[in-house]
C-alpha cells in the first residue's frame, strides 16, 4: 500500500494492523470489532502484527509526547506517515478508551459500519479498495462527560437466548452499540443473578458500571441476603453495611460510578419497610445520613471516586424541599417524567408535574436520566419507538444542558432494536450539545437505506404525528402499553361486576367520571387513533413497495413494525369499548362479535412480533411480558366466553339456530345431528356475516 500523489492512503486485499505487544482488554474487543469489519467489506482477513512491524498499513498505540494529541482522558487522534516507500495511518489513543473510540471511529468514517449495524440490519457494502485521505485529525471534545444506557426492561434480551442470565453472545452487540455511540457507561440490566457475566464483560470492554437507584452501589437487595428480616436500617444498620462493604470490596479495583442512594426493597420508598419514619424532616434525614455513610465507606476504599445520587421519586421531592443534603463532589442526576419530558413522573394518577431540573443556584455537578422507552403500566412506549418527535427530544435535552446537567446522561435504552432513531439523536446529543433534526434524520436515513431517502424520512417525521395525543401536555402521546394495560383493567373491572361504579386506576387517561363514560372516552380517542394509523401504514406500505429486498425487510422492521402494532392494539381496544357499550344495552351477540373484532385485532400485533423475528432475531420477542399483547388476548377471549354465557348458554347452540340456521331448518332439525356447537370463532364469523 501506498500514500498516492494526492495523498491518500489506499487500503486493499489483507490489511496490516500494527499492535502494541500488551493488550488491555478493552483494546482487544475493539481490535475484534475491527477486524471483523475489514474482512466484511474488502473481503480477507487482516493480519495482526506487532506495531513495529514495516507491514503494517494500519498502526493502533497509545501517545506519546512527539504526538501532539490533545491531552484529554479518551481522546485520540489520526496521524499519517510515509517513510522509505512504506506508508501507514496509525490510530494513536491516550488510554484504552481513547483508543476503542479511535478504532470505531475509523471503522464508521472509512467501512461505512454505523453504531447500530447490528441492530438495524445495515448492510454493509463491499468494496476491492479503501481510500483515506491523508489528513491529520483530532476527536472532539464530547459535551457530556459520562455517557451511557441503562438496559432496563430488558425483557426481549432475557428471552431472546435459551441461557438465563444472558451471556456474552447477547451483551457484546449491546455493549459494541454503545461504544460505537461514544457511550461509556451502563446499567447493564435490571436485578439479574449477580453471578452473570454482564458487569464483568461490560468492565471488560472498557465501560464505567454504574447501578440502578434501587440498587445503591450495586449492593445485594437486604431481603435476599437476609430473608425475613425487617428491611430497617435503623434497626439493622450493621447488616446494609456489611452488604455495601462487599459490594464495594467487588467492584473497587473497576471504573465504576457509585450511585449513593436509599430506597426500600422492590424499588419503593423506605418507609413503606420503616413506617416511624412519618415525616418529611425524618426521611430526609435518614436519607441523608445513609448516603453519607455510603459516601465515606468507598472513599476510605477506592481512589478518586466518582459519586451520584439519582433524584428520582420521593428522592427529588425531599431534595427540592431543602430536606436531603448531599456532599458537593456527588453527580446529581435528574430525571424526565418517562415520557420525555423534565418534570416528575406521573404516579397513578397524581400529575404533580414539577420541574426536574437544578435551579440558577444550585450547586455542584448535574446530569440527567431520561427515558426513549418506559414500562409504567399506562401509557407508555415499550415494544414500539419513541412518540414524540426530534424536534421535542431535542428542545428538552438542550433546555437541560443550558441548566447545566452535562455532567452525565443515562438514557434508558430498553431493548435496542426497537429504539434504534431515537438512541441515535441522543447520541447526537450527548456528543455535541446540540442536533439539527433535519440534517441529522437525513444522515440517518441515509445511513441505513440505499434509496428513497426522501420518503423514509417523511415517515420517521410523520410517525409522531399519528400517535394519540390523551391529555394536554406535548409528552402526553400514547406508546404501545397504552392499548394493552388500561384495556385488561377495563375487562377485569367489568367482570368483577363493578361496572356502577368508575375505575379508579384509569382517571389519568380518561378522566373521573362512571365507567360507562370512561370507556366511551377511550372509545372516542382510538377512533381517532385508528384513521391516523391507518393513513400512516398506507402512506408506509406506499413507499416501502418501491424499495429493494433488503431495504425492504429494514423499513419493515424499523418502521411498519411500530405503525402495525399501534394500529393492531388500537382496533383492538376499540372493539372492547365497543362491545362494552353493546353490553350495556343488553345486545349480547353483538357484544360477542364486537369482542371477537378485538381478539382478531390484537392477535394481529401478534402476528407482527412474529414477522420480526427472522434469521438473528429468531424468538426475540417471545418474551413480550411488559406490554404482554398474548395475556390481552386471553383475557378478550376470557370476556368473549363470558359474554356466550348471555343467551347461548347451556348448550351453546341458541345462537346459532336464532341468527345462523336457516328458518326451514329451525322446525324440522333434530337434536342428534346438532350436537358439535361452533367455537367461538366460527360463531363469531357467522354472525358477522349477518350485520356487514
Known amino acids: 500500500m501506498s500514500i498516492q500523489a494526492n495523498k491518500q492512503l489506499v487500503l486493499e486485499g489483507q490489511v496490516h494492523i500494527g499492535i502494541p505487544e500488551i493488550l488491555r482488554s478493552a483494546v482487544e474487543h475493539a481490535l475484534r470489532m475491527l477486524v471483523r469489519d475489514l474482512e466484511t467489506v474488502l473481503g480477507a482477513k487482516p493480519q495482526l502484527v506487532t506495531g513495529t ?41 491516550h488510554d484504552d478508551l481513547g483508543l476503542v473510540y479511535g478504532i470505531l471511529e475509523f471503522s464508521r468514517i472509512y467501512l461505512g459500519i454505523q453504531p447500530f449495524w447490528f441492530w438495524a440490519d445495515q448492510c454493509i457494502t463491499k468494496q476491492t479498495q479503501i481510500n483515506i485521505p491523508c489528513l491529520d485529525y483530532d476527536a472532539p471534545v464530547l459535551k457530556v462527560r459520562y455517557r451511557g444506557w441503562f438496559v432496563n426492561d430488558e425483557v426481549s434480551l432475557i428471552g431472546w437466548k435459551d441461557p438465563y442470565p444472558p451471556t456474552r453472545e447477547v451483551w457484546e452487540p449491546v455493549f459494541e452499540a ?39 452501589l450495586g449492593a445485594e437487595m437486604f431481603l435476599r441476603a437476609f430473608p425475613g428480616r425487617n428491611a430497617s436500617y435503623q434497626e439493622a444498620p450493621e447488616l446494609f453495611e456489611s452488604l455495601w462493604a462487599e459490594a464495594i470490596e467487588e467492584q473497587k479495583d473497576m471504573k465504576v460510578l457509585w450511585v449513593l442512594s436509599f430506597r426500600g426493597q422492590g424499588d419503593a420508598p423506605f418507609w413503606h419497610n420503616d413506617p416511624s419514619f412519618d415525616t418529611s424532616e425524618k ?34 421531592e425531599l431534595f427540592k424541599g431543602g430536606y436531603v443534603e448531599l456532599p458537593d463532589d456527588v453527580i446529581k442526576i435528574w430525571a424526565d417524567n418517562g415520557y420525555g419530558k423534565m418534570v416528575s413522573r406521573r404516579h397513578n394518577n397524581q400529575n404533580l408535574r414539577v420541574p426536574s431540573l437544578p435551579t440558577a443556584d444550585d450547586r455542584g455537578r448535574d446530569g ?125 373491572h367489568w367482570l368483577q361486576g363493578k361496572c356502577e361504579q368508575p375505575d379508579s386506576r384509569l382517571f389519568w387517561a380518561v378522566g373521573e367520571v362512571p365507567f360507562s ?21 398506507l402512506r408506509c406500505d406506499e413507499v416501502l413497495a418501491k424499495l429493494g429486498t433488503e431495504d425492504l425487510r429494514r423499513a419493515t422492521d424499523q418502521l411498519r413494525f411500530h405503525g402495525a402494532l399501534h394500529l393492531s392494539g388500537c382496533e ?44 438473528k432475531w429468531d424468538r426475540f420477542y417471545r418474551a413480550d411480558w411488559l406490554t404482554n399483547i398474548e395475556s390481552t388476548v386471553n383475557n378478550v377471549d376470557t370476556l368473549r366466553r363470558f ?37 367461538d370463532d366460527e360463531l363469531a364469523q357467522q354472525l358477522k356475516c349477518l350485520t356487514t
Request: aromatic share 12%.
Open 368 to 492: 440527567l436520566y431520561y427515558h426513549v422507552t418506559f414500562h409504567d403500566l399506562q401509557a407508555s412506549n415499550h415494544l414500539t419507538m419513541y412518540p414524540g418527535s426530534a424536534t421535542f427530544l431535542k428542545q428538552e435535552i438542550e433546555t437541560a444542558f443550558a441548566a447545566g446537567t452535562d455532567d452525565y446522561l443515562l438514557i434508558n435504552c430498553g431493548n435496542i432494536r426497537p429504539h434504534v432513531y431515537s438512541l441515535d439523536i441522543l447520541r447526537e446529543l450527548w456528543s455535541v450539545g446540540t442536533i439539527d433534526v433535519s440534517k441529522h434524520l437525513n444522515e440517518f436515513v441515509s445511513s441505513y437505506y440505499a434509496s428513497h431517502h426522501d420518503e423514509l424520512e417523511e415517515l420517521y417525521q410523520s410517525y409522531t404525528e399519528a400517535a394519540i395525543q390523551y391529555g394536554p401536555h406535548a409528552d402526553d402521546l400514547a406508546g404501545d402499553e397504552y392499548y394493552h394495560h388500561p384495556a385488561r383493567q377495563i375487562i377485569g
Open 517 to 537: 363514560q370512561q370507556v366511551k372516552n377511550f372509545e372516542d380517542l382510538l377512533a381517532q387513533g385508528i384513521q391516523k394509523w391507518r393513513a400512516w401504514l
Open 53 to 93: 512491524d514495516k507491514k503494517a498499513e494500519l498502526c493502533i498505540r497509545l501517545a506519546v509526547e512527539k504526538d501532539d494529541i490533545p491531552k484529554r482522558s479518551e481522546t485520540f487522534g489520526f496521524r499519517f506517515h510515509s517513510n522509505s516507500g512504506i506508508s501507514r495511518m496509525e490510530i494513536i489513543g
Open 178 to 216: 454503545l461504544l460505537r455511540s461514544g457511550g461509556n457507561m451502563v446499567i447493564p440490566g435490571t436485578d439479574l443473578p449477580r453471578d452473570g457475566i454482564h458487569y464483568e464483560l461490560a468492565s471488560e470492554m472498557g465501560l464505567w458500571v454504574t447501578h440502578h437507584h434501587a440498587e445503591p
Open 572 to 615: 383492538g381496544f376499540y372493539w372492547l369499548c365497543r362491545s362494552y357499550r353493546e353490553y350495556q344495552e343488553q345486545r349480547y351477540p353483538q357484544a360477542f362479535v364486537y369482542a371477537s373484532e378485538s381478539i382478531w385485532s390484537y392477535k394481529k400485533g401478534l402476528d407482527v412480533l412474529r414477522d420480526a423475528e427472522h434469521g
Open 643 to 679: 359474554l356466550r354465557m348471555h343467551g347461548d348458554s347451556p348448550d351453546f347452540f341458541l345462537w346459532y339456530k336464532e341468527y345462523v340456521m336457516p328458518e326451514t331448518e329451525k322446525h324440522i332439525y333434530l337434536e342428534n345431528t346438532h350436537r358439535n356447537p361452533l367455537s
Open 283 to 316: 426521611r430526609g434525614a435518614m436519607i441523608s445520613k445513609v448516603i453519607r455513610k455510603q459516601y465515606d465507606m468507598i472513599g476510605s476504599s477506592v481512589q478518586n471516586p466518582v459519586y451520584c445520587v439519582a433524584l428520582y421519586g420521593e428522592i427529588a
